[in-house]
């Protein structure tokens, strides 16, 4: 019974003494308190001067990655270049990443000293992250460079159409049929890339009558024959009337095809915008220090 009494008595006092003292370890010693707040402040600021080179260097990378993207509809810069230097941006991100990840680190401990009940800013990107999205987007360089190509082979069946209307308003039959001929070559290369376009249809049968009635035009001429000549106009002219809303088709299928090549890298690299801004919002929002 003495024995149950003394270890009552002993328990008591142990309670006693840890309950005086203070909940916060860092309280009990303001200088302490004051160094790490101090460590604190520059962890904070360590890792939010990362955060903001690697959000840079990724707005640099989006800029280039939508250089890449118009280079598709427009111009002769090779989309496979342009999204290389895109790439190259959120691979150089990786290095800032991994110093933020380490300040993080460490902040959140010196967060949990400081204020246990308080969430400290964290990070799930790594530098691996970056590199990965890099090579996401040096993949869509291919891709969006045979499309490009698509675009030109189209561009040059109209330029080889327009030389043949050159030529018959120039009353050379001859001269047009050849220049269909190369038309009829770039139209080839436009038909083996367009597969799977859902509005490229419209606008190659569109070409194609287009170039069937100039075609039907010069052999009129050749031949001498009036009739044959005026249903070949006719037909000229009914083909032109859809020629707006292939110009319009051409479009929509090369932007679409760019935005379905790009989608998937454009959809991560937003993700990882955001969470690099949410994390330096935290950072901005913890105000540990007066």
Same mark, same amino acid.
């Given at each position: 019974?003495?024995?149950?009494?003394?270890?009552?008595?002993?328990? &008591?006092?142990?309670?006693?003494?840890?309950?005086?003292?203070?909940? /916060? *370890?860092?309280?009990? /010693?303001?200088?302490?308190?004051?160094?790490?707040?101090?460590?604190?402040?520059?962890?904070?600021?360590?890792?939010?001067?990362?955060?903001?080179? &690697?959000? /840079?260097?990724?707005?640099?990378?989006? =800029?280039?990655?939508? +250089?890449? !993207?118009?280079?598709?509809?427009?111009?002769?810069?090779?989309?496979?270049? #342009?999204?290389?230097?895109?790439?190259?941006?959120?691979?150089?991100?990786?290095?800032? #990443?991994?110093?933020?990840?380490?300040?993080?680190? /460490?902040?959140?401990?010196?967060?949990?000293?400081?204020?246990?009940?308080?969430?400290?800013?964290?990070?799930?990107?790594?530098?691996? $992250?970056?590199?990965?999205?890099?090579? !996401?987007?040096?993949?869509?360089?291919?891709?969006? @460079?045979?499309?490009?190509?698509?675009?030109?082979?189209? %561009?040059?069946?109209?330029?080889?159409?327009?030389?043949?209307?050159?030529?018959?308003? +120039? $009353?050379?039959?001859?001269?047009?049929?050849?220049?269909?001929?190369?038309?009829?070559?770039?139209?080839?290369?436009?038909?083996?890339?367009? $597969? %799977? =376009?859902?509005?490229?249809?419209?606008?190659?049968?569109?070409? %194609?009558?287009?170039?069937?009635?100039?075609?039907?035009?010069?052999?009129?001429?050749?031949?001498?024959? *009036?009739?044959?000549?005026?249903?070949? !106009?006719?037909?000229?002219?009914?083909?032109?009337? $859809?020629?707006?809303?292939?110009?319009?088709?051409?479009?929509?299928?090369?932007?679409?095809?760019?935005?379905?090549?790009?989608?998937?890298? @454009?959809?991560? @690299?937003?993700?990882?915008?955001?969470?690099?801004?949410?994390?330096?919002?935290?950072?901005?929002? =913890? @105000?540990?220090? *007066?």
């Amino acid at each position: 019974m003495r024995r149950l009494v003394a270890i009552l008595v002993a328990v &008591a006092v142990v309670a006693l003494l840890f309950g005086a003292r203070p909940a /916060d *370890p860092a309280a009990a /010693d303001p200088v302490r308190l004051a160094a790490l707040r101090r460590v604190d402040a520059a962890q904070a600021a360590e890792a939010d001067a990362a955060l903001n080179a &690697a959000q /840079d260097l990724m707005d640099e990378g989006l =800029l280039e990655a939508g +250089r890449g !993207q118009a280079a598709v509809l427009g111009g002769d810069d090779d989309p496979a270049a #342009i999204m290389d230097r895109a790439a190259l941006s959120f691979e150089a991100a990786a290095n800032p #990443i991994e110093v933020a990840y380490a300040a993080l680190t /460490d902040l959140a401990w010196t967060v949990r000293v400081l204020d246990p009940e308080r969430a400290p800013p964290t990070l799930t990107l790594r530098g691996g $992250d970056m590199v990965a999205l890099g090579a !996401q987007w040096r993949a869509t360089g291919l891709p969006l @460079s045979a499309t490009a190509d698509l675009r030109r082979a189209a %561009e040059e069946t109209l330029e080889a159409l327009g030389h043949a209307l050159a030529a018959l308003a +120039r $009353d050379d039959a001859a001269g047009a049929l050849d220049a269909l001929a190369e038309a009829e070559a770039a139209l080839e290369i436009v038909r083996a890339l367009a $597969d %799977e =376009l859902a509005t490229m249809p419209f606008w190659i049968g569109t070409v %194609e009558a287009l170039m069937a009635a100039t075609s039907d035009i010069a052999e009129a001429v050749l031949a001498g024959d *009036p009739i044959a000549l005026a249903a070949a !106009q006719a037909a000229y002219e009914v083909a032109m009337a $859809d020629a707006i809303r292939a110009d319009q088709a051409l479009a929509i299928a090369l932007g679409e095809e760019a935005a379905r090549i790009t989608g998937p890298a @454009s959809a991560a @690299s937003g993700e990882a915008q955001r969470q690099v801004a949410a994390t330096r919002a935290a950072i901005d929002a =913890l @105000s540990i220090l *007066p």
